[in-house]
């Protein structure tokens, strides 16, 4: 027998926000933390979606707070940490899940969609770790997970500002270990690969005449798992991260992508 606790993994008496958490990827993180002992507190950018999370993790039988807040506004994301602190506590774990994607060619794209993605995709991420980091130093210790992508590491056509956000959100997350490291921070990313949530929709359509989407063909033949991820996949990894059992791993992208990254592809014809 080791001494190994498998308490490492709880989260029990935890406080997790996680942004723009009512479906998808932040849903199924806050979830998996609520199952692990967590209290969640979630935020979206506005009443109806707010409305929509609380129905759903109450459906789930788990009671979460959420706040109306846009990530990119930094007087509206003080406030909210603010009364979240003299509510519930300082926040032990925060996830930057909230981000948009435009699929729009480079040289078609206007400036103002390009700022877009990076302010929501990147700038948020820096207001809202900037703003629970005082807090996290005061309670001696916290946990930040940057919800990056494939696109940290790889460019494909029409998603520059995206790859452009991604990319910079890697070296975001590697800046704030750099930085808040001493104080018993860690920030760490979760690259996920292609998982099947409402951003990734439209890449999933059926053609008219009924056939794939030949982005669908194409991600299933370039995954070495042979399907799309699913939310669940993340959770795990994500548990891992915002508990004691990685308080030594700081700085680290975990990419969870079926193998993507790994692969170089079938040769044409074997898709
Ligand atoms: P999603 O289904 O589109 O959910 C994103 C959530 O963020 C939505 O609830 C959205 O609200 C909210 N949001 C957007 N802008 C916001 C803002 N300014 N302030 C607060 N909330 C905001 O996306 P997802 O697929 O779950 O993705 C979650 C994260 O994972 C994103 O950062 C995404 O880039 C990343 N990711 C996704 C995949 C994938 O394959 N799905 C892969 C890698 C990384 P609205 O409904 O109002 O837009
Ligand atoms: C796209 C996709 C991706 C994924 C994801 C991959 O158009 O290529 O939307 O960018 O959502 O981020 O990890």
């Not at 409305?51 to 706040?67: M, P, R, S, V």
């Amino acid at each position: 027998m080791t001494d190994f606790n498998m308490g490492n993994f709880s989260l029990e008496g935890k406080i997790a926000l996680v942004t723009g958490a009512t479906y998808g990827i932040g849903f199924a993180l806050a979830t998996a933390f609520a199952a692990a002992g967590a209290t969640i507190v979630f935020n979206d950018r506005n009443q109806e979606n707010v409305d929509k999370g609380l129905t759903n993790y109450k459906e789930a039988g788990i009671d979460a707070h959420g706040f109306v807040c846009d990530v990119t506004d930094e007087e509206a994301v003080g406030k909210m940490i603010t009364q979240i602190e003299e509510e519930m506590g300082s926040i032990d774990i925060l996830v930057n899940n909230a981000g948009i994607i435009k699929r729009i060619p480079m040289i078609e794209m206007s400036a103002q969609d390009f700022r877009q993605v990076i302010d929501i995709d990147l700038n948020g991420p820096f207001i809202m770790s900037k703003a629970v980091i005082p807090g996290m130093i005061k309670k001696g210790g916290g946990k930040i997970i940057n919800i990056c992508s494939m696109m940290s590491e790889l460019g494909r056509e029409t998603v520059s500002a995206y790859a452009a956000a991604k990319g910079g959100l890697k070296m975001l997350t590697r800046n704030i270990a750099s930085e808040y490291g001493e104080y018993n921070i860690q920030c760490n990313g979760i690259g996920p690969g292609y998982i099947a949530t409402p951003q990734t929709a439209p890449l999933r359509e059926k053609r008219p005449d009924g056939s794939r989407h030949p982005f669908d063909s194409f991600i299933v033949a370039k995954t070495p798992a042979a399907r799309w991820g699913n939310t669940e996949d993340l959770q795990g990894p994500a548990v891992f991260l915002a508990s004691k059992a990685s308080d030594f791993v700081n700085g680290h992208i975990l990419y969870v992508d079926g193998g993507i990254l790994a692969y170089i592809g079938k040769q044409p014809g074997d898709e």
